[in-house]
Each structure stands twice: as C-alpha cells, then as structure tokens.
C-alpha cells in the first residue's frame, strides 16, 4: 500500500496531511527515510514518524463455524488434513479460538483478534461452554448426573461444578467453564457413561443456531461485544500468556 494510506490507516493523520509529512521529511521505512508519499510499503514494514513507530489499524474480525466431524481445529497441519481454518474464506489471517477434538462438532470461533482469544479461552475468565452428549450405556440416572453437576475427580484434578442437565435417556447438556482437553469425554466416561458424540452447542453468549456443518458466520461487532463481555474485565486477574489453552 501507499506509503500515505499507511499512516492514514495508522491513524496518524489524514492521507492529504499524511502526504506533507512525508514529503517534509519526518517518516523513515526500515529506518531510511522516505520522501514519497506513494512509496510502497507492506503491514510488516517497520514505519517511524519522527522516529515514533506507527502501524496500521487492522479490523477485528470474529467467524462463527459449526465444525464438521473429522477437521482438526488447530491453524494448519502439517499432515495436509482439513482444517478448521482452511474452511473460511477470509482476507485476513485467523486462528481457532481453543480447541474442539476432531471428532467433536459444532461452535468454534475463529479471529484476528488474540487478545479477545485469550480471554475467552483462558480458565480464568470462566466463559461457559455448552455440549450436547449422547452417552453410551443409557439411561443416564438421576446419580450421575449429580456426580457431573458436583464435579469429577479426574487425574488432572477435580473438575468444577458444572451445570447438567438431561435432554432424553441417552442425551445430556452440559455447561463447563473450564476448558480442560477432553475434559467432557473424561467427565462422562467417569460417570460411568462414555462419549458417542459431542457437538458444542454455546459458547459464551452465542449459539450454535442455524448453522450446518461445515457452514460458518462472520459475527457483527454488536455479537462481538457482547461475547467479548461474558469474559468481563473483574475476571482479568489472569497473568497474560500468549498460549491460549486448549478450549
Ligand atoms: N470436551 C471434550 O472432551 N472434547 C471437546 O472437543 C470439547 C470439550
């Protein structure tokens, strides 16, 4: 892009008063300095005015996507398989926001925005996450699902306190705020009643809906704010880190 609509994009000036900067001098790329506005430079240019660095805004962009069975929700595999990411038709670089299993369906996000990813993935900020099972070894009793309500004990420790609830015999929903790695599967099958499917229903404030496997959705920024506020600033405690955790 033009030297020019890169500091305007940067919010340093307007383009026509961002063209007299340039021209007076006072912007370098890569540390020489430049005097023509329509000079071209790229997002990972490192662009100085009077020696102060300035880049460009990049917009926020949130997807939605139901996940079908089978594709592996991490940015690329070196394998070649499908992958969450490869599914979206989008401008600009994105990255699944935690974590399903391959062979979980359903609600995953994907952004731009790694900050909002991380508070939405990290156990801190407690943003619940609702699954449907369907169970083996129905029916699911009354005893179980107190077991799952109260917490499991699992070899990574005892899970918090979930809110449970029974769909049909076979069929529970469950809303976890952690977002331990297969941390339902391992619930259920402590209870005495392994995962036949799992398909991620909620998360946060949003829903599944409407959306098919395979079908994704870019959230307007009203959506966006409001699932950025299910992880509210009171739960920001949490030490930065720039690993998100699995889901
Ligand atoms: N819990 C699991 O066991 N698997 C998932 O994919 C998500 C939550």
Do not use: W
Request: charged share 25%; proline share 7%.
């Amino acid at each position: 892009m033009r030297l020019a609509k890169f500091l305007a994009s940067a919010g340093v000036a307007s383009r026509r008063a961002a063209e007299e900067l340039v021209r007076a001098g006072r912007v370098a790329v890569g540390g020489v300095p430049v005097t023509d506005p329509a000079h071209s430079v790229g997002e990972s240019d490192a662009v100085t005015v009077d020696g102060a660095p300035a880049r460009p805004e990049r917009e926020r962009v949130v997807y939605a996507l139901n996940k079908p069975a089978g594709v592996l929700s991490t940015a690329r595999d070196t394998h070649g398989r499908p992958t969450v990411v490869s599914l979206i038709d989008a401008a600009v670089r994105l990255y699944p926001v935690g974590r399903l299993d391959a062979d979980t369906t359903g609600l995953i996000l994907l952004t731009n925005d790694g900050q909002l990813a991380h508070r939405l993935t990290h156990p801190s900020f407690r943003v619940p996450k609702t699954y449907r099972a369907l169970l083996a070894r129905p029916p699911v009793r009354e005893a179980a699902l107190r077991a799952l309500r109260a917490g499991v004990a699992l070899e990574d420790g005892p899970t918090a306190p979930a809110r449970v609830s029974r769909v049909s015999a076979d069929t529970i929903e469950l809303t976890i705020t952690e977002g331990r790695k297969r941390q339902v599967r391992r619930m259920c099958e402590a209870v005495g009643h392994p995962v036949r499917q799992l398909e991620r229903v909620k998360f946060g404030t949003l829903s599944l809906g409407a959306l098919k496997p395979g079908q994704y959705r870019r959230l307007s920024e009203a959506a966006v704010e409001r699932l950025s506020a299910a992880a509210p600033a009171a739960r920001r405690g949490a030490r930065s880190s720039s690993r998100a955790p699995r889901r």
